[in-house]
């Protein structure tokens, strides 16, 4: 190796002795620093990543490596010194280690002169350096390669230009051949043998942060390839062409062809091999996580996942693929061969063509492709099924990908496939499961207690106890021993337990037997398991369907990690009639929220007008409260009361539209819900939050023209979108750990009573930026004539508010003292309605309850108008929706696996001179830098005996 070294600082100090070096690597900074900073527009991307440091590295390093290598042996040649090398007690083979050395030693000093870039991100934003270290490995690996390329062409002329071009375009072969631009015209498992060749392909595996073993053996073999063939092109050089040395000529053909094949093979065994890898990033978004296969170890019946993917595919979706393979193949390992995975083409086989079509309902989408002469549409399938008995769950395409809008092109990716795989496989496999799974998934036995009064028990409730005591027995019978039923009579002489211990315990009072009546008895059931115990009352004359339903849910929402019931309500959707007397049907729908909901739960809508939440709903989520009645409050209230969890979208204003203009304009909630939480100490205030941190809105602006009115839509900052970035949001929480920002749309301030929730645990979600003030007005539409900057009056104190909380622990009732409300709906003379139980005053330590500001963040109509202006952003309202719901129900599981990848990477926001300045300080630290090197390696080459073609013969001895 001594050989190796001397001729790799010969090579160096050819290099730095001329302007070579400096020329070659300051275009590739200045060049890198461009494309970084103006042509992937970094700052106007806001994400603090370094994704377009890496994206065009597989394009550059072919130009940089190309001038770098052309001159190696081409040089050699034309002047006449690579005879004396060769006549050198040096083996090729060290001869070509050596130059390989110092390109690679000059492409390391290059790529180490960007990081500057990183750096930078790290100090403007959250950086994931995990990318950051495989995007370096990922292009020092195929600098190798590239290198190993250059230096074999290079040995083949004397002529440096046309080793420069053959090395550019044998390295951009290989780049293109797993390009999208050329396995567009193949199908899919064309395309997939065409990327594991590309260099460019295999690159994006390890710069996203995997480094996977099949692509370094890839980059190692072609580096290894290419070297093996250069030494054979020097060897023969050393040989003439006669009889006596064509053995040796042989033999050294034979072996160099032993290396190639072998390594080929090794790329051929390896490539099935997709578990052999590390995952670089921060919160190992591209591994399985522990919730993932603690679900998947569980199975108790085979699982089936079936991937239905066309041969012939958009060209943006068929990259995926392969990605989803991948993932899928990992299901199937982690799971121990529970997992059964299929990937087929249903356009080769009929009957699963028509099973697709006719049992789950899976149809092909018609994608528009456009080729270079005509355009056309490709009915294609993108769906994957997952089946657990009687129960399935079908995903398309919509469901998994996400779409980027850039300057010049589009970024399809993956959603989040690990969340929307394991949420979608809870849902079919606690779909499915039965009481007696339920009772064997609890760490504890359930006790089931009914308390009762026999003495004063009414006449027409026996009835309502002999069912509970069906249903009780007979899942105690079939529980082996994991389920207990028992009685007790507060009120008998030898009884265990008080009304008072009733009470005390858990806060119920008795019904009463009449209105009017001084005697009162109980009918309650707890169950208790562990130290968790809950609530189920049996209203009226109950079922047994309804008891057996009611004990049920309660027992799997004791049980970890099954299917959990969601309810719905929002505001019923009823017709107006505006001034001239014309129908208006309601603007306001939330079809996006249920949608995304019903990703990892059941999601029902309730009717609380008869005072009570259904028993098989574990959580209850309310959206833009008005016009309730007492006892729908009453509802909210004791659900509360009962230990359940309330997430309430409770803004004071809500969207309407203007009878005058026809264009949207807000209006007080009226009959909501304020007063309620007003008693539990949060005060949603009746005025509007400004921001100057914003979300642009699309605004009709009135200019003056020549003297003429024009009316035009501008995207204006709109103040009443207040962002919220993740200096807004409360750092390390679960409910907002995943979000990069969350726009709240005429959103209402919060103040929460410290002296009321001082012995509850009270957390601000979501606050706005210190920028920001309050108006009373409903007039939300600017005025640039009276403000021109802005359009609005911008209040001079301005502040930070509270807009979404969170709280849990011992509540008071609202309608504490109270009896429940009467219908307030029935008619004199109609039927009676179901007597509501006796009021809950005191909830226990487990509830839980989220209060958001705007009642209008998670409307369809607001979704449609965002979308129109910032992408898919809207998407991080529903999962504020989602993350509220998974820390309601404590499924922190799942929203662990939601968060990974999703993390805050957002940039901190700066004006155009700072942008300018950190693109000044990158660009002359790199080239700084350079020149530094420069100059010290001279004034180390003249301090020092400069090396001649002598002292690498020397090297040997």
Known sequence: MKQAIAITRKELEGYFGSLMALIFVGAFLLTTLFVFFWVDTFFARGIADVRPLFRWMPVLMILLVAALT????????????????LTLPVRPLHLVIGKFMAVLTLVLVALALTFFLPLTVSLLGNLDWGPVFGGYLAALLLAAAYTAIGLFVSSLTDNQIVALISTVLICGLFYLVGSSSVTDFFGDTAGEVLRAIGSGSRFESIQRGVVDLRDLVYYLSLSGIFLTLNVVSLDAKRWSSGKRTQPHRLAMALTALLVVLNLIVVNVWLFPLRTLRIDLTEQREYSLSQTTRDLLNNLQEPLLIRGYFSERTHPLLAPLVPNIRDMLQEYEIASGNMVEVEVVDPADDAELEAEANQTYGIEPIPFQVEGRYETSFINSYFDILIRYGDQHVVLGFQDLIEVEQGRDSIDVRLRNLEYDLTSSIRKVVYG????????????????LTTYVTMGTLPEEMSGALTTIETVAHDIASRSGGKFTYRVIDPDAPDSPVTRQDIYDTYGLPPFPVSLFSEESYYLHMILQVGDQAELIIPGGDPSEAEVRTSIESALKRQAPGFLQTVGLWTPPAEPTVDMFGQIQQPISSWEELRVALRQEYTVRDVDLSGGQVPAEIDVLVVVAPQGMSDRERFAIDQYLMRGGAVVLAAGSYGIAVDQFTGGLTVAPLLGGVREMLASYGIYVGESLVMDVQNEPFPVPVTRNVGGFAVQEIQALDYPFFVDVRSDGMASGNAIVSNLEAVTLNWTS???????????????????SSAESWTQASTVIQPDFDRYPETGFLVAEEQQSYDLAVSVQGVFASAFQGQDPPADETGEEGGEATTPLPATIEVSPETARLVVIGSSEFVDDIVFDISSNLMGNRYINSLKLMQNAVAWSTEDLDLLSIRARGTQARSLVRMGEGAQSFWEIVNVVAALVALVVIGVVWNVRRRSVQPMELVDVADGAM
């Open 70 to 85: 052309m001159r190696q042996w081409s040089e050699e040649q034309r002047s006449g010194t690579l005879e004396v090398l």
């Open 432 to 447: 499915f499961q039965s009481v007696d799974m339920v009772l064997a998934a609890l760490e504890e036995p359930a006790v």
């Open 749 to 767: 301030p919060i103040t929460v009573d410290a002296e009321l929730n001082s012995e509850r645990e009270v957390t601000v979600l979501l606050r």
